[in-house]
């Protein structure tokens, strides 16, 4: 887990990631929406959730700049109607999906989000970008519901 998270929060952990990035020559766009509790602080999420998503990112960005070779990416991490959701897309070669590749990048992108109950999807046309898009369930520090289970609400 990246200390960054426990540091500073999934917000400014994305942000970081971003930065790096950015050094790196990839344009990153940030669009992060996540709750905020009475105190106008950040609502935290269970740890699994956060590095799920920090993860996913990463290796969206990761994947964006060096297999892709893209100029720009965007992210969208929002939270709505009880999920997170996740979204990497970029201006880079993109690929074919039916191809069978030697990494297992996006493979771990799935199993992290489906072990969170969620999903990923990943949409890439060669020469068109590539779109990932994971949807997580919201689990929350301290409301109980362990991982697999559904979150409370009310």
């Not at 191809?99 to 949409?123: I, K, N, P, S, Y």
Request: avoid cysteine; aromatic fraction near 2%.
């Amino acid at each position: 887990r990246p200390a960054a998270l426990d540091d500073l929060g999934i917000g400014a952990a994305i942000e970081a990631l971003a930065a790096r990035a950015a050094r790196s020559g990839l344009d990153v766009d940030l669009d992060v929406v996540l709750a905020v509790d009475g105190d106008g602080r950040p609502d935290r999420h269970l740890p699994e959730v956060e590095t799920a998503i920090y993860r996913i990112v990463q290796e969206g960005l990761t994947n964006a700049g060096r297999h892709g070779r893209a100029g720009r990416a965007v992210v969208e991490i929002a939270e709505r109607n009880g999920n997170v959701d996740v979204t990497v897309r970029d201006d880079g070669a993109g690929f074919d999906q039916a191809a069978r590749t030697a990494g297992f990048g996006l493979l771990g992108m799935r199993e992290r989000a489906e072990l969170l109950g969620g999903t990923l999807t990943v949409d890439s046309v060669p020469g068109q970008g590539t779109r990932v898009r994971a949807r997580i369930p919201v689990r929350r520090r301290g409301d109980g519901a362990a991982v697999g289970e559904p979150a409370r609400t009310g």
